[in-house]
């Protein structure tokens, strides 16, 4: 199974990413080390590339839940590509390196490592690292703030760019040649394994062997690969995905294949699939080496209490043992001691030895004195006993009694800890593995036009649309206002034109004010938390470019000749879902027209609340109400600034 990109996996998603250059960043997020940048594209809609240091780049159609607090890495790269323009992208050489160019308030560099670790690189329009996303320092080069970025060194030459000598001298000396091609050419196996095949040379040729018209085969291999036309698929053998391919590869021959639109799309379900198998089989590593360690802990547990119940039953013994013939015992300890304190313990074992060759009654039971430690073992129905020779016969009774009471203590702390692991053990094989879902992929929908601009449907079902900046603010007045329709601009510096798309259709006085309030709530008044506003409305052939004589018009100004006509509305709002064309669409606006498009309808004021958490807030209340919409959607919506539910 193929785990990341190769190198030329990396040349074909690169070439259909250049269909994105244009894209503005809208956020970055990083989950468990995968970072999703989610861009505005230049037509409208949304666009998600993943990427993952060292496994893959792709665009996505999987839907990442973004965490609740960004990482220290997706900050930064938010501060310096947020709003920036995605300008170009490129494979240096034929590595698995991938180079980003963004233009904001100044240009960035963003470097994708896809080989061995990884590793993500933002750097300045000089290529100045600003911080990479681990620091690294190796003998030849370094990853760290400030220093210029370099590549690693170069293994072998471009294959793209490669010829007959170049690639004879690349692969001579190699103990084969799919290693000569793998390693001298850095291209990895399966691509080397590849090219042989289709060269029909066989893989373990000696490189040094090979003809003149061997290694033209093997050039013409290389030329294909690069240079064929794209049919994406997945490999899969048994069932389960194997290769992920730009094209049909000869060394996959009969294997069952899908088939995609794009590579971009081959990679993004291929990889979704890996991951999950990848985290699965961790999970279940996981899982493995828990039960292990639970079954070897209970196999411990059980040996440890058998011995405790074993010394137990011991101690129980003896005690009752001493107890019953304490008569005896005290007899033989007595005579023992007055031996010991007249004799010595010398003369003591000769006087034990003399007083059993007579037989004596006393002696019966003993089998044995042990000097040393004070010890004489005794046999009492048959069972050899170690007593301590200064105490009575109940004294050392009670040692044993004592003994016996811990372990009994020990054994019941050990049946205990059984009962608590054969607990966990049975709550670990109820829970099983866990189940891995991949993440659910979104439904395409086909951007509708108006959605690059801020916009709103009224309760007559009349289009209003307005700028989100300076060139869309031109674009509305300039490209998108007709004859019949109405423009609409609040009484304050920092509002965005508005129209109403008349479609042919007679604009109500209900359209109009819901217009006015549109461009109230879009415009700074909202964040400076006014009340109310005053906006005024006017005919299109009205509006003006030209300055009147003498005069300076800025940039996106406009002239308005003739009569204003004025409206006071408030500055409410309302965030709710409609349906265009069947698809459910996030829709902020005047609250009547929300009300009267959606079933759900979440007051919004001006407040304190910082945007982002008005928006998971409204989130919230919507999924409450059985909606579900991402953050993204809400924060397009939202009017500029600050807020609150209302």
Request: aromatic share 6%; net charge positive; proline share 4%.
């Amino acid at each position: 199974m193929k785990l990341s990109m190769s190198n030329l996996d990396i040349m074909v998603c690169a070439g259909e990413l250049k269909n994105a250059i244009g894209a503005r960043v809208d956020n970055v997020y990083e989950l468990d080390g995968i970072f999703i940048f989610r861009l505005h594209a230049r037509g409208g809609g949304r666009l998600d590339l993943l990427v993952e240091p060292g496994r893959r780049v792709h665009l996505t159609e999987a839907e990442y839940q973004a965490p609740e607090r960004p990482t220290g890495y997706a900050m930064l790269l938010r501060k310096h590509l947020k709003n920036a323009k995605f300008d170009l992208v490129n494979q240096p050489g034929f590595e698995r390196i991938l180079e980003f160019e963004f233009q904001g308030r100044e240009r960035r560099l963003l470097v994708v490592e896809l080989f061995g670790e990884g590793n993500l690189i933002i750097c300045d329009e000089r290529r100045v690292i600003i911080q990479p996303y681990r620091v690294e320092i190796w003998r030849h080069r370094a990853l760290k703030p400030g220093d210029e970025y370099a590549y690693p060194p170069a293994k072998g030459p471009d294959v793209r760019r490669i010829d007959l000598n170049k690639l004879r001298d690349a692969i001579s000396g190699a103990p084969d040649l799919v290693r000569g091609l793998a390693i001298n050419l850095n291209i990895g196996g399966a691509i080397a394994e590849e090219i042989c095949a289709r060269a029909k040379v066989s893989k373990r040729s000696n490189p040094a062997d090979l003809t003149q018209t061997e290694l033209r085969s093997l050039l013409d291999s290389i030329e294909s690969l690069i240079k064929q036309e794209l049919d994406p698929q997945i490999v899969y053998a048994d069932d389960k995905p194997i290769d992920v391919l730009p094209f049909d590869f000869v060394s996959h021959f009969g294997k069952r294949v899908k088939r995609f639109e794009s590579f971009n799309q081959a990679l993004d379900e291929y990889f979704s699939a890996v991951a999950v198998q990848t985290k699965t089989s961790r999970m279940k590593e996981r899982f493995d080496r828990e039960m292990r360690k639970l079954r070897q802990r209970l196999e411990e547990q059980s040996a440890r209490l058998t011995e405790l119940e074993t010394k137990t039953k011991e101690e129980k013994m003896n005690a009752d043992l001493i107890t019953t013939f304490h008569a005896d015992v005290d007899e033989a300890m007595h005579n023992l001691t007055q031996l010991r304190q007249k004799m010595g313990w010398q003369g003591l074992q000769a006087t034990l030895e003399e007083a059993r060759k007579l037989s004596e009654t006393w002696t019966k039971i003993i089998r044995g004195v042990d000097p040393r430690v004070g010890k004489v073992e005794v046999s009492l129905n048959g069972k050899i006993l170690a007593l301590n020779l200064r105490l009575s016969s109940f004294e050392n009774a009670s040692r044993s009694y004592k003994t016996y009471k811990k372990l009994a203590e020990k054994a019941a702390g050990a049946r205990e800890a059984i009962f608590h692991t054969e607990g966990e053990l049975n709550e670990l094989v109820l829970r099983d593995v866990p189940k891995v879902a991949a993440p659910a992929m979104r439904k395409r929908r086909k951007i509708k036009w108006f959605e690059r601009f801020k916009w709103f449907i009224s309760s007559d079902g009349v289009l209003v649309i307005a700028g989100r900046n300076t060139a869309t603010n031109q674009e509305v007045v300039e490209k998108h206002m007709q004859p019949g329709d109405r423009y609409l601009h609040a009484d304050i510096f920092g509002a965005p034109h508005v129209v109403v798309k008349a479609a042919g259709k007679e604009i109500s006085e209900i359209t109009l004010r819901e217009a006015a309030e549109f461009a109230a709530i879009h415009s700074r008044a909202w964040r400076e938390g006014l009340g109310s506003l005053k906006v005024f409305w006017a005919s299109p052939e009205q509006v003006s470019k030209k300055a009147p004589s003498g005069e300076y018009l800025p940039g996106g100004s406009y002239i308005i000749r003739g009569k204003r006509n004025f409206l006071k509305v408030q500055m409410d709002a309302a965030v709710g879902i409609v349906t265009l064309d069947d698809e459910k669409v996030v829709m902020c606006g005047p609250p009547s027209a929300v009300k009267h498009h959606s079933k759900i309808a979440v007051p919004v004021v001006s407040g304190p609340i910082k945007k982002s958490d008005l928006a998971k807030k409204v989130q919230a209340r919507l999924k409450a109400g059985g909606e579900e919409v991402s953050l993204d959607e809400l924060m397009r919506a939202l009017p500029p600034g600050k807020g609150q539910i209302g």
